[in-house]
């Protein structure tokens, strides 16, 4: 099947650093990459769409500016946290749709456990 | 946009017995609903999935229904073993590679 390879697995920084989390689709073209937060017992809560070539769509109370997304290949999106805090803290997971006509379906990176300091 | 919620937030069954999850959603335009099983810090595993223009699907010990009119759907699951032991998410998408909402999780817990 497809798959998302996401890296780093896991991450610590400094705070006011920023990080970058890259995710590529290996053996198909997505030209839309979902960017998901989940922090500890909750739910995955979408951050932003990523298209190739245009701009990220931002979901409400989401900074743009903080968590800064590039999608410029079909096969390669990076969301870079910039000037990360304690409470950035938390498991970033990207997801593409999957690529097959026949069935509706997404395919999820292994996600990054990114902790602050 | 679409409003997912799910319930109960955490199940525990005893190994055989069943368990049940339901969702409800809130879009009339959904029509994917996914249900994931999630690992501590893994990534979310498809366990089982349904589109709007069926109203159940089975495999093995698990299967979906799903009510459109009612909007809600459920997760069922026979035969309960440790290894079910997880968080449990459903979803909503209105397809057409738009983005899945997600439920708030169910922790199932299965007890020998």
């Known amino acids: 099947g497809a798959v998302v390879s996401q890296h780093p697995s896991w991450v610590i920084c400094k705070s006011g650093t920023s990080v970058k989390i890259e995710c590529r689709s290996l053996d198909f073209q997505a030209t839309t990459m979902f960017w998901y937060r989940q922090f500890p017992k909750q739910s995955l809560m979408l951050m932003a769409t990523?298209?190739?070539?245009?701009?990220?769509?931002?979901e409400q109370g989401v900074e743009k500016d903080k968590f800064l997304i590039n999608h410029a290949s079909l096969t390669l999106s990076t969301l870079t946290v910039t000037s990360a805090h304690p409470e950035d803290s938390s498991f970033y997971i990207c997801s593409a749709r999957e690529p097959s006509r026949d069935r509706v379906g997404y395919t999820f990176g292994s996600g990054t456990r990114l902790t602050v300091v | 946009g679409e409003n997912v919620e799910q319930h109960p937030s955490t199940l525990s069954v005893q190994e055989g017995d069943s368990a049940v999850i339901k969702c409800t959603y809130s879009d009339s335009a959904s029509n994917y609903f996914p249900w994931y099983k999630q690992e501590l810090g893994k990534r979310p595993q498809l366990i089982i999935d349904?589109?709007?223009?069926?109203g159940e699907k089975k495999d093995q010990r698990i299967a979906v229904t799903l009510n459109k009119t009612a909007k809600h759907f459920s997760l069922h699951i026979t035969e309960t073993q440790p290894e079910d032991s997880a968080v449990y998410f459903c979803a909503a998408s209105t397809g057409g590679g738009n983005k899945l909402t997600f439920g708030t999780g169910t922790q199932l817990k299965v007890e020998l």
């Open positions: 990523s298209n190739e070539g245009s701009k990220a769509t931002y």
């Open positions: 349904i589109r709007s223009n069926v």
